[in-house]
């Protein structure tokens, strides 16, 4: 079974430094790749996605993440963050061929202190 | 657009006993997953529905069931509650087919806690 693991439980950091939140999946095939957002009160959103080309990928909001097939990896970045980026988040993995079942990772929460 | 809707917002409910989430998709979406979100085990996936007709399910037991109407709004029913049902139960929707590539739009959460 696939699996998608966010190695980054808890990342606390001043504003203005830079983030990178990693996420590595076991599954082998060709993937779907997301990053979702989860903001103190809010729903679940999409951040950015991944299907294919560019394997560098901008989302809402300043974020990019970029897609390392040889690593299994598709790490969330970005340059500065801001107080308004705490919140939860999680990497996620569709298989595009067969069973439509998303896996989620457990999530990250970043804390964003001013 | 109005998003997705769920009720209840929260339930409290003792074991042994069944439960009813009801959720109402953005106008026009015709596909509607559900997921279970638990601090130790993060999001799972439990089922998705289209077109009233349930396509793909998660790995639970089957006291977890669903169903979709033919205006999309769909129920997800958990019978013989166990203290480890309590979670956030989250449901998604999306455009078209609901394929793998749309994206999906989440809920605000029905909090169940089994006492």
């Known amino acids: 079974a696939q699996s998608v693991s966010q190695h980054n439980h808890h990342v606390i950091l001043s504003e203005a430094a830079s983030l990178e939140l990693g996420c590595n999946y076991s599954?082998?095939?060709?993937?779907?790749l997301f990053w979702y957002v989860q903001y103190p009160g809010q729903h679940l959103q999409l951040l950015l996605k991944y299907f294919s080309g560019d394997p560098l990928v901008k989302g809402i909001k300043g974020f990019e993440a970029e897609f390392i097939k040889s690593k299994f990896s598709f790490n969330l970045r970005k340059p500065s963050v801001q107080w308004s980026d705490t919140a939860e988040y999680f990497c996620a993995v569709n298989p595009p061929e067969g069973s439509y079942i998303p896996t989620f990772g457990r999530g990250t929460s970043l804390i964003v202190h001013p | 657009k109005a998003g997705v809707t769920q009720t209840p917002r929260y339930l409290i409910k003792t074991r042994g006993q069944q439960v009813t989430l009801s959720c109402s998709p953005i106008s026009g979406h015709r596909s509607v997953s559900w997921y279970q979100q638990t601090p130790g085990q993060g999001l799972q996936f439990l089922f998705e529905?289209?077109?009233?007709?349930?396509?793909n399910k998660g790995n639970f037991p089957g006291r977890f069931s669903g169903r979709q109407f033919s205006n999309s709004r769909s129920e997800m029913n958990v019978s013989t509650l166990e203290l480890g049902d309590s979670a956030l139960y989250l449901c998604?929707?999306?455009?078209?087919?609901?394929?793998?590539?749309?994206?999906?739009?989440f809920g605000p959460g029905t909090r169940l806690t089994v006492l």
């Open positions: 599954y082998g095939g060709t993937v779907n």
């Open positions: 529905y289209f077109s009233e007709t349930q396509r």
């Open positions: 998604a929707s999306t455009q078209g087919r609901g394929d793998i590539t749309d994206t999906q739009y």
